[in-house]
């Protein structure tokens, strides 16, 4: 294919992208990964406890500095292509898998100057070489290979200041540039230790999504007909609507917190995982969380899963979180 040259994407920095949010786009989200009415913490601005939840950032890619809806598709078409990148289909993208570590907590006010900071990582072509099924995500044979791109980006104050890092990967079905086997990766974040199997889960945290979530969750600026119009998610494979990887990866988060944390948002210092099935908004979700060892400052580690009850498939995979254990006496 003309101009592609995958590895010269690796490195590749991308254009800032200025962001801002208010205390109301906080609630907004709170609400959109399921937080409950006993959830003040998260859900009630003026609770003593009250916080910003800590995965918020995975959205600001989306929402930017916008208060209004955002045009998906012109967001994905908008800005610079990445030199040695084909151009590709957003309608055939899924999200691979997500993490960030919480550097400084959230304000509950942006302000002005601050912005995300972008460079890819890494690129594979033949999903071969990355331990992810897309077959979880479609029933076209043909989309068993494609193209997987890493990014890292780092959320910055208007000082410089970094607040949040985040690594996230979009596997492109069915997308093969070169025909050729390539895989080059430069940075990435830490990785789950496997699932004990000699034991127990030290936690099981049972959660609800509701038919309404995905139109919820969008309004934290995830605007991708996906998760609204059927006909986009029948064309897909999906069988119609599904709800947002980044949705159901809060509703894990907050399973966490509210299970070890003692639903202290700030607690939550490192979490991620890879998007293995796809949710639909109504699904029952189950979390099963294993104490894994010591982790840094003070925090525990924890691998975990969460399987979709209602399909009973495993929904995120390979999870590993690291996270303060609410002390017992300060129940």
């Known amino acids: 294919m003309s101009g592609v040259d995958l590895a010269k994407a690796v490195g590749y920095q991308q254009e800032d992208k ?7 786009d906080l609630l907004v989200y709170a609400v959109g990964i399921g937080a409950k009415k ?4 998260l859900a009630n601005e003026l609770d003593k406890a009250w916080a910003p939840f800590p995965t918020y950032p995975v959205v600001l890619g989306f929402k930017g500095t916008s208060q209004d809806v955002v045009d998906f598709r012109q967001l994905m078409a908008g800005g610079k292509s990445t030199p040695g990148l084909p151009k590709l289909n957003p309608d055939r993208v899924v999200h691979a898998s997500q993490s960030i570590e919480i550097l400084k907590p959230l304000p509950a006010v942006s302000g002005s100057g601050w912005k995300l900071k972008r460079r890819v990582t890494g690129v594979t072509e033949n999903s071969e070489h990355w331990q992810w099924d897309p077959r979880s995500f479609s029933s076209d044979d043909a989309a068993e290979t494609g193209l997987l791109v890493e990014d890292e980006t780092v959320l910055v104050d208007g000082q410089g200041t970094p607040y949040a890092k985040l690594y996230s990967a979009a596997f492109n079905l069915g997308a093969r540039p070169t025909g050729a086997n390539f895989s080059k990766r430069i940075a990435g974040p830490p990785q789950a230790k496997p699932v004990p199997k000699d034991r127990k889960p030290d936690w099981v945290i049972q959660d609800q ?3 309404e979530q995905a139109i919820l969750y969008r309004l934290s600026g995830d605007y991708n007909m996906m998760h609204i119009d059927p006909k986009i998610g029948q064309a897909s494979g999906f069988g119609g609507v599904i709800l947002h990887g980044l949705a159901t990866y809060g509703f894990a988060a907050r399973a966490l917190v509210s299970a070890i944390g003692g639903n202290d ?3 939550l ?3 991620a995982l890879r998007f293995t099935a796809p949710v639909k908004p109504g699904d029952a979700l189950e ?3 294993w104490e894994v060892g010591p982790g840094p400052d003070g925090t525990t580690e ?11 498939k495993v929904c995120l995979g390979a999870g590993v979180a690291y996270i303060k254990k609410l002390e017992k006496g300060k129940l």
């Open 18 to 24: 200025p962001v801002a949010w208010n205390q109301r």
């Open 38 to 41: 006993d959830d003040l913490s």
């Open 209 to 211: 999504t509701t038919p």
């Open 265 to 267: 948002p700030k607690s």
């Open 269 to 271: 210092r490192f979490f």
């Open 287 to 289: 979390t099963a969380v």
């Open 302 to 312: 924890v691998t975990f899963i969460t399987k979709d009850v209602t399909t009973g």
